[in-house]
Antibody, heavy 129, light 112 residues
Framework: EVQLVESGGGLVKPGRSLRLSCTAS????????MSWFRQAPGKGLEWVGF??????????EYAASVKGRFTISRDDSKSIAYLQMNSLKTEDTAVYYC????????????????????WGQGTMVTVSS | QSALTQPASVSGSPGQSITISCTGT?????????VSWYQQHPGKAPKLMIY???KRPSGVSNRFSGSKSGNTASLTISGLQAEDEADYYC????????????FGTGTKVTVL
């Protein structure tokens, strides 16, 4: 079964750090870009950032709201993606979801769908003093 | 990047069809056929329902369909069922110059 499981959420004080983990199973983790999203209580979805697969350089992209504070990394040998969150603010309080960026195979090769086809169950991060 | 605009709520009776609109700009929805739609039940993770404007992932009912015209994308649910009651979000790729994905404001679908 294709699955993503997040862990590492909790209560943290403003200005502190927290690292979330996303453990994948059921697919070849290294072939996919992995992304993080968040959803503040009662609010909509917000893209946080993602990391490309090694085949595409393993580079990262971030939303403006977290750039410079959050870092995404991956360990393909363990099928884990990480979200390191530093200098946390109260407005970072949200459920954080790990996702897989979709792709499909065509006669021309792999096409990135720019959609997120597998989601974890989410982990709650509360930033409060 | 501003959020894509969706109606706050849409309702319909079982068996009816409803359509949810998602209005963006020429920088996102209008520029790319990379609009996706997500269904989210309360307390659950979102689920991909439509990608690349109109494609359905394996396992998604053919009662769900997507389209796009100009800067507005749409999701249509035909043969509305009780289990379709959920929040729905559109999402668009917004380009590689200032890389981003933009979400819609969300629509609550109620089955009367």
């Amino acid at each position: 079964e294709v699955q993503l499981v997040e862990s590492g959420g909790g209560l943290v004080k403003p200005g502190r750090s927290l690292r979330l983990s996303c453990t994948a199973s059921g697919f070849t983790f290294g072939d996919y870009a992995m992304s993080w999203f968040r959803q503040a209580p009662g609010k909509g979805l917000e893209w946080v950032g993602f990391i490309r697969s090694k085949a595409y350089g393993g580079t990262t992209e971030y939303a403006a709201s977290v750039k410079g504070r959050f870092t995404i990394s991956r360990d393909d040998s363990k099928s884990i993606a990480y979200l390191q969150m530093n200098s946390l603010k109260t407005e970072d309080t949200a459920v954080y979801y790990c996702t897989r960026r979709g792709q499909r195979i065509t006669i021309f090769g792999v096409v990135i769908t720019e959609a997120f086809d597998i989601w974890g169950q989410g982990t709650m991060v509360t930033v409060s003093s | 990047q501003s959020a894509l605009t969706q109606p706050a709520s849409v309702s319909g009776s079982p068996g009816q069809s409803i359509t949810i609109s998602c209005t963006g700009t020429s920088s996102d929805v209008g520029s790319y056929n990379l609009v996706s739609w997500y269904q989210q039940h309360p307390g659950k993770a979102p689920k991909l329902m439509i990608y690349e404007v109109s494609k359905r992932p394996s396992g998604v009912s053919n009662r769900f369909s997507g389209s796009k015209s100009g800067n507005t994308a749409s999701l249509t649910i035909s043969g509305l069922q009780a289990e379709d009651e959920a929040d729905y979000y559109c999402c668009s790729y917004a380009g590689s110059s200032t890389f981003a994905y933009v979400f819609g404001t969300g629509t609550k679908v109620t089955v009367l």
